[in-house]
């Protein structure tokens, strides 16, 4: 069983399946630069390729995600499935094929919403993510929905003020998608506030997650009261 935290420095690997290339730079490019700043091996799989996307041509997203992964220290796969024409059972086994692969300790997708709020792909991706995660019992956090927070209910928050300058540029490498509301700056920082408020902070920049599926380790603890010990003497 995949556990987090724990004690064992071995390389964690990061798995974040989303259904377009930006969904993941928008809630988690200030994570995922602290993981792999902190040597996790950050994997993003993206399920569609923009073909059908209203501002950008095939191949643009792909050039894209690669120059933010430069950014975020992140490795891309891309599945080319048609936008809002992928079913639920596609995306399982996509899933189920890169947690053969990758092993990861960790999984981050979309946050389930109703599908009058989500976006019919990220809902899709979401249902089927979360049920191979807890079937292979991963670890699973949500990310914020880049618009309609309706159905998202927030309990971790990294503090990304380091690396605030890396998020703003592995957004700005998008530029097929700069005219999508989301996409603003002023939009993208003030959410990131906005998460400093939730938690009573003044200053800084967070990013928010839903954890749907946590493990702890009986060692982790093992561990805590080791050092609550040499503390002590
Ligand atoms: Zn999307």
């Not at 891309?78 to 809002?84: G, K, L, M, R, T």
Request: proline share 4%.
């Amino acid at each position: 069983m995949n556990t987090y935290p724990d004690n064992n420095f071995a390389q964690r690997t990061v798995l974040t399946i989303y259904s377009h290339a930006d969904d993941e730079v928008l809630p988690a490019a200030g994570t995922l630069t602290l993981m792999s700043k902190a040597g996790w091996n950050v994997r993003c799989l993206i399920l569609t390729d923009g073909s059908l996307s209203s501002s950008s041509v095939k191949g643009t997203r792909h050039q894209e995600a690669e120059a933010a992964g430069k950014i975020i220290g992140a490795t891309y796969d891309f599945y080319a499935f048609e936008e809002c024409n992928f079913s639920t059972q596609a995306v399982i086994k996509v899933t189920e094929e890169a947690i053969k692969l990758y092993q990861p300790d960790l999984i981050i997708t979309h946050a389930p919403q109703p599908e009058k709020y989500g976006h019919r792909d990220h809902e899709v991706c979401a249902i089927a993510v979360s049920n191979v995660a807890t079937r292979k019992n991963i670890p699973l956090w949500y990310s914020a929905p880049p618009v309609f927070l309706r159905g998202f209910e927030p309990n971790f928050f990294v503090d990304i003020t380091s690396v605030i300058e890396e998020k703003i540029a592995a957004i700005g490498c998008y530029e097929s998608e700069q005219s999508k509301a989301f996409m603003q700056l002023d939009a993208i920082l003030v959410l990131s506030r906005f998460w400093a408020r939730e938690l009573g902070q003044k200053d800084g920049y967070f990013e928010a997650f839903e954890i749907s599926r946590q493990c702890v380790d009986a060692s982790y603890f093992t561990a805590l009261s080791n050092s609550k010990k040499l503390v002590l003497n």
